[in-house]
């Protein structure tokens, strides 16, 4: 009898110990909450930056090639403060995903792909892209301020440039790969969702015919 009841008492605290671990993950809503508003914050901050360049454009009187060079340069760092600002993106509707609950709204949206996540190394690899790409938007903008004075300067930028390419074409197999898998495992959900429905209307008719 004693035995038994400190079994009891053992597995109502192991009830009440994983319950609380549950409803631990809540935490994760920080992060998702910082990170959307980090976002706004990056959009905002891109979008002044556009708009100052956009009305430091019209008070020119004409342009020149450093003029040229500094409103591309500008606006580019108006891109890659949105980028960033879609790194958190992703992040915040993964963190969300994964640890608190699957966003139902996006079954209405099923070709928005890119924030579909439900692992974490989904997530690893979606942010992993779209940091490569700000990192090439960033060496795009240094490198248009960047002036080779000397043949190495020359080989060390077309280095660059031809490592960036790679990059990208690499980034590009992959990303390609990895949609292929994605529409793959879409299609053989929607074929097991009719086979189901198939069972089920087979399953209906045969009770109709039994009774």
């Not at 549950?22 to 905002?44: D, E, Q, Y």
């Not at 956009?54 to 340069?73: M, P, Q, R």
């Not at 690499?170 to 990895?178: C, K, T």
């Amino acid at each position: 009898m004693l035995n038994a009841k400190r079994m009891l008492n053992a597995k109502r605290i192991e009830s009440i110990f994983e319950v609380c671990l549950w409803k631990f993950r809540l935490f994760a809503l920080l992060p998702v909450i910082f990170g959307l508003l980090s976002t706004l914050n990056f959009f905002i901050i891109g979008s002044f930056e556009i708009l100052d360049t956009l009305v430091y454009s019209f008070e020119l009187d004409h342009f020149d090639e450093y003029a040229v060079t500094k409103v591309i340069t500008r606006i580019i760092g108006g891109i890659d403060h949105y980028l960033i600002g879609v790194v958190l993106l992703i992040f915040s509707f993964g963190i969300y995903e994964i640890f608190i609950s699957p966003i139902d709204i996006r079954n209405k949206y099923r070709e928005v792909k890119i924030l579909k996540i439900s692992t974490l190394d989904q997530l690893k690899h979606k942010i992993l892209q779209v940091i490569i790409m700000v990192m090439i938007i960033s060496f795009f903008k240094k490198a248009l301020s960047m002036e080779a004075k000397t043949t190495l300067d020359l080989i060390y930028v077309s280095g660059s440039i031809l490592v960036v390419a790679v990059s990208s074409y690499l980034m590009h197999l992959q990303s390609h790969d990895s949609h292929d898998d994605d529409d793959h495992k879409d299609s053989d959900d929607a074929h097991h969702a009719q086979e189901q429905r198939h069972l089920g209307h087979t399953d209906s008719r045969s009770k109709i015919g039994h009774s």
